[in-house]
């Protein structure tokens, strides 16, 4: 253990690349001098940065972490695993399991003065073109249908032990097909890993906006999948929801 600290702390850099992907190792480590040169396409600018970055024909999504603290500094990357490191190690907990997620490519960190720096996690471009929060924004012919995949993603996700600590509107995207919808999450550094109850289950989703109707096909997917009571599952579902201040689920 200590020698893997001490490793660690006098590695500049830090990176690892699914197996499958080893063909990508090149492109990896120069992420963060693609990112410094403004490289790519900006997706999101806030607390972190996304960028859309093309390599060798292919589109892949490179997530920026934001420079942590004094203190964090030396936590992450240390004694507890930075961000990207979790978000790639969580995407293939959901991978393997069968839970759609973009697929994994691998993360970098970096390290100045001994001391954790930046970090990178680097995912395939999804082909999932909306977020949840669009079922606010427009209609969409098959709305039920998207509700229910979401529920059964997330009684998937649960029935695995995995609750997104974040899972809002967001960090849920869909693709409707004719032959079904595709789900699949995103920012995935904060995961709670255990056991999870109908309770629990139905906290997990009070950042989810919904409306009657909606809780009540994501009640019912959800507890059919996982074998709950329907009428609790709806009756959790609203209470927690309504815990959320100034939420108004109110459709377009």
């Not at 992450?76 to 399991?97: D, V």
């Not at 960190?109 to 970090?119: A, V």
């Not at 960090?171 to 109850?197: A, C, H, S, T, Y």
């Amino acid at each position: 253990m200590m020698n893997c600290i001490i490793s660690r702390l006098f590695t500049p850099m830090t990176y690892q690349v699914n197996p499958d992907c080893q063909e990508l190792t090149e492109f990896v480590r120069s992420v963060p001098d693609r990112f410094h040169r403004q490289e790519g396409v900006v997706i999101y600018r806030g607390r972190n940065e996304l960028r859309k970055m093309t390599y060798q024909g292919q589109d892949f999504v490179v997530k920026s972490f934001r420079r942590p603290n004094c203190i964090n500094r030396w936590v992450y990357g240390t004694f507890r695993p930075s961000k990207a490191r979790r978000s790639f190690e969580h995407a293939n907990l959901l991978t393997a399991a069968g839970i759609g997620t973009p697929r994994p490519i691998g993360y970098i960190e970096l390290r100045r003065h001994w001391e954790f720096d930046e970090s990178y996690y680097i995912t395939a471009m999804s082909s999932c073109p909306y977020t949840y929060e669009e079922l606010f924004r427009r209609p969409f012919a098959n709305e039920d249908d998207i509700i229910r995949a979401v529920a059964l993603t997330t009684a998937r996700m649960h029935d695995q032990g995995y609750a997104h600590k974040d899972y809002g509107r967001g960090n849920i995207l869909f693709n409707p097909k004719p032959d079904g919808v595709q789900i699949e999450i995103v920012d995935l550094n904060r995961m709670d890993i255990g056991p999870i109850d109908l309770k629990k289950g139905c906290k997990n989703l009070e950042r989810l906006p919904a409306t009657p109707h909606m809780h009540r096909i994501l009640a019912e997917t959800y507890a059919k999948a996982r074998g709950l009571d329907e009428e609790a599952c709806y009756k959790w579902m609203v209470a927690y929801r309504s815990t959320q201040p100034g939420k108004i689920d109110n459709l377009y």
